[in-house]
């Protein structure tokens, strides 16, 4: 008999093709924004006070534009990877040899919402991951052909996920989350790559996970941070349709 089955949130923790950005990142450019400042003068100022981050601390932060919402005024999201402070953190651990082969796991990598139209810069949103590698962000217009929604690529260890999130009530909410990859140098591995469609339901676009070839680890790379290329198989693993009543994706199960 077949089910309803709901993507839940994975835990994050278990390590059981990276995509980039559909739109490069602007970290000087853009136009002025409370008064005078620039985007990435004000949210570097604004992610230094909601992280608590110390004038001495290296990160990484950047801007990916895009609409993202109704309201026809362009939107971005910024992107903070506080990789130093997950270094200092391990070291100053009573195991950091074991924080460093975990990949030094834990709410380094965050991404915040700017609103356009309310010219204002979101709370933080932590992405627990690795922070030996930053957050990759892409777009796509899945919930509405008049805006786009968030796609933001993370690892874990060995494998990847991609977290999507649509804007609503000026708030990014989470959709759907699913691999890129898992078993990156281990004897069994799986890879995917994701295409979209009309609708089953309504005007959010089904979303088809399609199996893809996993490039093998080279020798000597380390598994935590090799980027491997994807080899698209044009085989559908799975079809997801927008449930309206969860507000998010799910699938039937056909077992």
């Not at 620039?38 to 001495?56: C, H, P, S, W």
């Amino acid at each position: 008999m077949k089910q309803l089955l709901l993507i839940l949130p994975l835990f994050l923790f278990s390590c059981k093709e990276q995509e980039k950005p559909t739109e490069d990142p602007q970290t000087i450019e853009g136009p002025a924004i409370k008064g005078q400042q620039t985007l990435a003068t004000y949210a570097d100022r604004m992610v230094r006070a909601k992280l608590g981050i110390q004038a001495n601390e290296k990160f990484e932060l950047k801007i990916y534009r895009a609409q993202l919402d109704a309201d026809g005024i362009e939107d971005a999201i910024v992107t903070v990877n506080r990789l130093d402070f997950a270094m200092k953190e391990a070291m100053a651990s009573p195991n950091p040899a074991k924080r460093a082969e975990l990949g030094f796991m834990g709410n380094y990598n965050y991404f915040f919402f700017f609103d356009g139209k309310l010219d204002m810069l979101s709370p933080p949103i932590a992405v627990p991951s690795s922070p030996l590698l930053p957050l990759q962000v892409s777009f796509e217009q899945i919930s509405s052909p008049n805006y786009k929604d968030i796609l933001i690529d993370f690892r874990i260890r060995n494998a990847s996920y991609k977290d999507f999130y649509t804007v609503s009530n000026h708030t990014p909410r989470r959709i759907f989350q699913f691999k890129n990859f898992d078993g990156l140098g281990t004897p069994i591995t799986e890879a995917y790559h994701f295409e979209y469609g009309a609708g089953s339901y309504g005007p959010q676009k089904n979303i088809f996970v399609m199996e893809a070839k996993l490039e093998a680890l080279p020798n000597g790379a380390d598994q935590n941070t090799f980027i491997p290329q994807l080899k698209p198989l044009e085989k559908i693993k799975y079809t997801f349709f927008y449930l309206e009543s969860e507000a998010k994706y799910a699938t039937k199960d056909t077992k």
